[in-house]
């Protein structure tokens, strides 16, 4: 997998691979996560999915030559997909999550 494809990835189908990965390590090295409501665990993860693509767009740019100014090929769709992938996460585990 070329750099290029690697920001591809993680600017849509890679952004929940990625937060997975950041969520465990925030876990196994934070201890008190554990203790976070619910409900802060998921502004976490949301926060996360659109940090992510938005990274991944901030190096596209800088160094694959993306257009840093075209709003609707750039940062639009990493904010799109990283929408997408919260709301996937949160329909695919809220009914797991305890209430609170």
Same mark, same amino acid.
């Given at each position: 997998?070329?750099?290029?494809?690697?920001?591809?990835?993680?600017?849509?189908?890679?952004?929940?691979?990625?937060?997975?990965?950041?969520?465990?390590?925030?876990?196994?090295?934070?201890?008190?996560?554990?203790?976070?409501?619910?409900?802060?665990?998921?502004?976490?993860?949301? @926060? !996360?999915?659109?940090?992510?693509?938005?990274?991944?767009?901030?190096?596209?740019?800088? #160094?694959?030559? *993306? =257009?840093? %100014?075209?709003?609707?090929?750039?940062?639009?769709? @990493? !904010?799109?997909?990283?929408?997408?992938?919260?709301?996937?996460?949160?329909?695919?585990? #809220?009914?797991? *999550? =305890?209430? %609170?």
């Amino acid at each position: 997998m070329s750099w290029s494809q690697f920001l591809e990835f993680l600017r849509g189908p890679g952004i929940n691979a990625a937060v997975g990965v950041l969520v465990f390590f925030l876990a196994d090295n934070w201890p008190q996560f554990e203790m976070l409501a619910p409900r802060l665990k998921r502004l976490v993860v949301l @926060a !996360l999915c659109l940090v992510v693509p938005l990274l991944a767009t901030l190096l596209s740019v800088a #160094t694959l030559g *993306l =257009p840093v %100014g075209d709003w609707p090929l750039t940062w639009w769709p @990493a !904010l799109v997909a990283g929408a997408a992938a919260f709301s996937a996460a949160t329909v695919a585990h #809220t009914s797991k *999550l =305890p209430a %609170g």
